[in-house]
Each structure stands twice: as C-alpha cells, then as structure tokens.
C-alpha cells in the first residue's frame, strides 16, 4: 500500500502471472477499494471471478490457441461477469485473430461487457495488420497495446 500511495493517481490494475493465485489478492483490493480507488485485476480467466469485490473490474485474457493455454477458461466466469467488466485476447497471427472473432460471436461477447480488448502479441504481430483485420471486419473492439514495452524494455517487470 505504501508503494501505491508513494506513486500517486487513483487507478490501480493488478496484473500477474495470474493474480488470483495469491490469496492476498482478495484483502488487498478490499483495501485499495476502500480507500477510494478504482480497481482492476487482469487474469487469465483461468481461475474463477467471483470472489473478487464486485466493484473491482475484471479483465479476463482469454487465452487463443497460439499462446499453447488455449481452452482453459473458467465456465463459471461467464455468471460473475458484469457489464463493466473486460475481456481481452492476445493475438500471435490470424489463426488466433479468427479464433477471438468466432469466440465473441458464439459468446456474444458485446452483450456481455463493454468493452473487448485485442492486442497483438508484442515483436510477433504488428499492430498495424491487426488493425487492418479488426476494420475490415468492423469489429466492435478497441486495439490494445502493452504500452510498458513501448516505454521500457520490453523484458522489464514490475512496471
């Protein structure tokens, strides 16, 4: 806690690995929440949703064929949904581009959440051909970049 106020701002997204194989996970974004945060935990969507606090965001990665942890998504993570919440798909190539589309039409994912997130996988798919795809599909998606290996090296932790 001390680190989050030392670095200011209100948005706290807690990423991994996966979060929720900490216990502490739950206590901790108890605490950010109740000190007036705004509240993100990223997971694989591996793992089940529902214990965290309803007011924390959840964005599930759901995982594609290319990242070799396909299908693993936790069923009972469709109930804990909200609108609010996210789910995101890292795409290597068009096998797993193709994968996400027939995935978010079979799930109707726009239905479910306000936003679907895909991002390609850094140093592996330019983002300029997945945006290429996802126009020339018109898709209802926003592109999502991993920001942190724009700004620093891209194997760095902990930013």
């Known amino acids: ?20 194989l900490q216990d502490e996970i739950y206590p901790l974004a108890e605490q950010l929440l109740g000190e007036g945060f705004r509240v993100l ?3 694989s969507g591996e793992r089940y949703i529902g214990r965290l606090p309803r007011a924390v ?10 990242s070799g942890e ?15 919440d996210q789910i995101k798909f890292v ?4 096998n797993d581009y193709r994968y996400t589309h027939d995935f ?10 306000d ?19 996802i126009l020339r599909d018109g898709l209802d998606v926003r ?3 991993q920001i942190h290996k724009f700004i620093w090296d891209p194997d760095m932790h902990g930013v």
Not at 57 to 66: N, R
Not at 70 to 84: I, V
Not at 105 to 112: E, H, N
């Open 1 to 20: 806690m001390a680190r989050v106020h030392q670095l200011g701002g209100k948005l706290v997204e807690l990423t991994g690995g996966e979060p929720l």
């Open 41 to 43: 935990v990223e997971t």
């Open 57 to 66: 965001i959840k964005v599930l990665d759901v995982k594609c064929p290319g």
């Open 70 to 84: 396909g299908g693993k998504f936790c069923a009972d993570n469709w109930g804990a949904l909200e609108k609010k």
């Open 91 to 94: 795409i290597a190539d068009e």
């Open 104 to 113: 978010m039409l079979q799930y109707d994912l726009r239905g479910r959440v």
């Open 115 to 133: 936003e679907v997130i895909l991002s390609p996988v850094f140093g592996q798919l330019h983002p300029r051909q997945l945006a290429e795809w």
């Open 143 to 145: 592109l999502g970049l």
